[in-house]
């Protein structure tokens, strides 16, 4: 099982260029969350999908949007860029118990 | 002020030392306690998991949870230079927050040889 996979690893953007990073798990997990990682900030939750078909704000939503294209996939979309969204994006899907996550390897996002 | 507070460290040890790390929170509703442990540009990857009050052991490590006093630590016994990573605290479990993990920033660990 290859669990969380992310794709691309690395990108550059211009401002106001648009993007959507991939993530799909192999898990068979109803959940899947996208989090942006900045230094001294952690973790922070953009949008989570609870189940297929459905998708909801986390706590930095803004700039961004989501689609649940089915169980395995979950994809984060940056209609027009900002250096402000410079950032690790990682994607993570849910377990069992509930509240335990699995995380990909990130794409590391720069926008000039 | 954030809801999970977690000293960034770095925290440096000698090999073999035990390493103590912690995290504080304010919300009392927290009942699921994780921590993740994150090697230099990789993902996090799930260390421990606990279930509201007590202690867990999973080989080297320890993850205890303090609900009177809002605080979970992590200790590592015997620690190697394979242990240096930044460990990062989680916990949810509040009524309106099924599934949304509250993260701590993170504590850096260097243990050297």
């Known amino acids: 099982n290859a669990g969380v996979t992310q794709t691309p690893k690395f990108q550059v953007l211009k401002t106001g260029q648009s993007m959507t990073l991939q993530c799909a798990q192999d898990?068979?997990?109803?959940?899947m969350y996208w989090y942006r990682q900045d230094p001294g900030m952690g973790l922070r939750l953009i949008y989570y999908?609870?189940?297929?078909?459905?998708?909801d704000k986390g706590e930095v939503p803004n700039g961004y949007n989501v689609s649940r294209l089915n169980k395995r996939e979950f994809s984060l979309r940056l209609e027009s860029a900002a250096p402000s969204q410079t950032s690790v994006y990682f994607c993570?899907?849910?377990?069992?118990?509930?509240?335990?996550?699995?995380f990909g390897p990130g794409t590391r996002l720069t926008v000039l | 002020q954030k809801e999970v507070e977690q000293d960034p460290g770095p925290l440096s040890v000698p090999e073999g030392a035990i390493v103590s790390l912690n995290c504080t929170y304010s919300?009392?509703?927290?009942?699921?306690f994780m921590w993740y442990r994150q090697y230099s540009r990789k993902g996090p990857e799930l260390l421990m998991y606990?279930?509201?009050?007590g202690n867990k052991e999973d080989g080297r490590f320890t993850a205890q949870v303090d609900k009177s006093s809002k605080y979970i630590s992590l200790f590592i016994r015997d620690s190697q230079p394979s242990d240096s990573a930044t460990y990062l605290c989680?916990?949810?479990?509040?009524?309106?927050?099924?599934?949304?993990?509250?993260f701590g920033a993170g504590t850096q660990v260097v243990v050297t040889p």
């Open positions: 606990t279930y509201s009050s």
């Open positions: 898990m068979n997990h109803n959940s």
């Open positions: 919300n009392s509703a927290f009942q699921y």
């Open positions: 999908s609870a189940s297929e078909g459905t998708t």
């Open positions: 989680a916990m949810s479990g509040t009524t309106d927050s099924w599934g949304k993990l509250q």
């Open positions: 993570a899907s849910g377990g069992m118990n509930t509240d335990t996550q699995y």
